[in-house]
T-cell receptor
Framework: DAMVIQNPRYQVTQFGKPVTLSCSQT?????MYWYQQKSSQAPKLLFH???????NEADTPDNFQSRRPNTSFCFLDIRSPGLGDTAMYLC???????????FGDGTRLSIL | KNQVEQSPQSLIILEGKNCTLQ??????????LRWYKQDTGRGPVSLTI???SENTKSNGRYTATLDADTKQSSLHITASQLSDSASYIC???????????WGAGTKLIIKP
């Protein structure tokens, strides 16, 4: 049974057109993370929520934003995607920050 | 600078053989070390997580070791199977416990 579900699995959008990626979890975990992973690179943390507390990484681009309306759902909004934002976007959850993270299978985003 | 270095970058072995992947880190102070397996096009899956007081931990055919004095870890895979073909990523947790330092991964290919 999938525990961290990301939708859609694949998304193609035009340069500059806003896009929203979604993540849901059935684990009731406190912490939710968004990562960006480019080809053959390690995942790069964009931001995370500890419950409702939002934490943004210093080098996350300003056009990346996130929402967590409740424990189960988290969204990644890219306001004006550029060609360099083509990547796999991974959502992960953890019960607490020092616990293993459970990843979804990602959304592969292509900007044309 | 806090870094995690993995070697080799890639490895090809025959099905049934054993292999060992290496991880060296300079992260300090250290909280814990994790090994993840990432299949192509999927999210990472946690294999092991070890604190500084643990020097070995097993998960089926996967055995991770940790030497906190020399800041080295290894992941040993016994009797490899075709399904072990994946990237294996070493991740070290910094004292700011949500902050993870990711290695670049070792790409393992198992050939029949």
């Amino acid at each position: 049974d999938a525990m961290v579900i990301q939708n859609p699995r694949y998304q193609v959008t035009q340069f500059g057109k806003p896009v929203t990626l979604s993540c849901s979890q059935t684990l009731n975990h406190n912490v939710m993370y968004w990562y960006q992973q480019k080809s053959s690179q390690a995942p790069k943390l964009l931001f995370h929520y500890y419950d409702k507390d939002f934490n943004n990484e210093a080098d996350t681009p300003d056009n990346f934003q996130s929402r967590r309306p409740n424990t189960s759902f988290c969204f990644l909004d890219i306001r004006s995607p550029g060609l360099g934002d083509t990547a796999m976007y991974l959502c992960a959850t953890a019960e607490y920050s020092n616990q293993p993270q459970h990843f979804g299978d990602g959304t592969r985003l292509s900007i044309l | 600078k806090n870094q995690v270095e993995q070697s080799p970058q890639s490895l090809i072995i025959l099905e049934g053989k054993n292999c060992t992947l290496q991880c060296n880190y300079t992260v300090s102070p250290f909280s814990n070390l994790r090994w993840y397996k990432q299949d192509t096009g999927r999210g990472p899956v946690s294999l092991t997580i070890m604190t500084f007081s643990e020097n070995t931990k097993s998960n089926g055919r996967y055995t991770a070791t940790l030497d906190a004095d020399t800041k080295q870890s290894s992941l040993h895979i016994t009797a490899s199977q075709l399904s072990d073909s994946a990237s294996y990523i070493c991740v070290v947790s910094f004292w700011v416990i949500y902050q993870l330092i990711w290695g670049a991964g070792t790409k393992l290919i198992i050939k029949p």
